[in-house]
């Protein structure tokens, strides 16, 4: 399709408004008293001039519009993207840079590439479960299932299967956090954490009590995510991030564009696998999922919430492949979340009993007051057998199932 046709719909949104949905604008609210309480100066006046026009973020069923998106977007359709990257857009987010002493340049923008890259997968139970490589952090949620995968599960509520559920995202997740950073700078190769030896190298840790995870030594060598497909096969798995709901708080007057901030998960420690440095991608968190069988797409998948994306595709999966739950089952079920050290929240509709269970082993068990911190995900499963097409969509969020 042309651009500009790919673009209308959203060039009339912005033009002529929508209503905000329940979810949005609960999670808007926040991220303005935020920044009401963190952002001051001039070069964050413009966000609130966009986001928060009346001094308040719009309620629930009030139509918003942005004038400044709809040129924004127009001009990024009319010019196949180059206003945005060496044109006009380009000329204007340098001009911002400047005047309040960023370093953001119009050479910066017209310098980037976008890459087309080989996905990492590993063989869990049949199927092949497929994530975007480093930087990006789906290596955590497949080094779990790796780990998983020397286990037998035979009912979702036990504590047995929470038990190792956590354990093993512990583990996966401090390798990553150690090792993960832009793939040219890793000084393990992604092959090795995620080979067979290794996993059960991870595995044969777990034990009947909680651990405190530390980095193995292996042999060195605001999201918005969609799932769609159509009856000749073609499948899209679609995440996109400017970070911490808003992103870094600026947006450049009079085009709506709200720069991203995932420069957050850079270390400042120099000595650190995932240390900033010029041209470097860091560590971030946005991972569309796969999964594939005997070469054949079974359907994209994707859980958005920051560092909960890996814990919820691990979820996800296992509910759907260990546990036979339809897409939306397996969206609804109940979940938990690993928060560092040996503390794990879990929501106020899990289990009592598990929960009391697994602190009996050791876990530092929560209960949050709500899911929003739970992720947000969405499913497309198609059935090898008959072809037919299954959606979930996140009841912990707005969302929709659109046939056509």
Do not use: C
Not at 80 to 94: H, P, Q, R, V
Not at 109 to 127: C, F, H, K, T
Not at 242 to 266: D, H, L, W
Request: charged share 20%; no cysteine.
């Amino acid at each position: 399709m042309p651009f500009y046709d790919v673009l209308e719909p959203a060039i009339n949104y912005a033009e002529n408004g929508y209503p905000v949905s329940p979810t949005l604008a609960h999670f808007w609210k926040r991220g303005v008293a935020s920044f009401k309480e963190k952002l001051s100066g001039p070069e964050f006046a413009h966000w609130f001039e966009t986001f928060a026009p009346n001094g308040k973020a719009p309620e629930v069923g009030e139509i918003w519009r942005s004038q400044g998106h709809a040129r924004t977007l127009r001009l990024i359709a009319e010019t196949n993207a180059e206003a945005f990257y060496k044109g006009e857009l380009a000329d204007e987010i340098d001009a911002f840079f400047q005047k309040h002493n960023g370093f953001l340049r119009k050479s910066d923008l017209e310098a980037y590439q976008p890459e087309w890259v080989d996905p990492i997968s590993v063989s869990y139970r049949g199927y092949d479960v497929w994530e975007i490589p480093p930087a990006g952090q789906g290596l955590v949620a497949l080094e779990a299932l790796n780990i998983l995968k020397g286990f037998d599960f035979h009912a979702k509520e036990s504590i047995d299967t929470f038990h190792k559920q956590i354990e093993s995202l512990k583990l996966a997740f401090i390798d990553g956090q150690t090792y993960i950073t832009d793939k040219t700078h890793m000084s393990v190769p992604v092959e090795t954490l995620l080979s067979d030896e290794y996993g059960a190298e991870r595995r044969s840790l777990i034990g009947d009590e909680a651990l405190l995870p530390k980095p193995g030594e292996p042999q060195k060598g605001g999201t918005v995510y969609l799932a769609t497909a159509d009856s000749e096969g073609n499948m899209v798995s679609f995440i996109q991030s400017n970070y911490m709901g808003f992103g870094s708080g600026i947006v450049i007057p009079g085009t709506g564009i709200g720069m991203q901030n995932r420069g957050n998960n850079f270390s400042l420690d120099p000595e650190h696998e995932n240390s900033l440095e010029p041209g470097k991608r860091t560590y971030h968190t946005i991972i569309p999922g796969f999964l594939t069988k005997d070469n054949d797409a079974v359907g994209p998948f994707g859980v958005m919430g920051g560092f909960m994306q890996p814990q919820g595709h691990v979820q996800v999966i296992m509910n759907t492949i260990d546990f036979h739950l339809n897409p939306q089952a397996a969206l609804d079920a109940p979940r938990w979340q690993w928060t560092g050290d040996k503390k794990v929240l879990v929501e106020p509709s899990f289990p009592n009993d598990i929960a009391q269970a697994l602190a009996r082993k050791g876990h530092h068990i929560q209960v949050a007051l709500d899911s929003g911190s739970f992720g947000r995900g969405q499913i497309i499963w198609r059935n090898p057998e008959t072809g037919v097409l299954a959606g979930g969509t996140e009841s912990r969020t707005d969302g929709h199932i659109a046939v056509w």
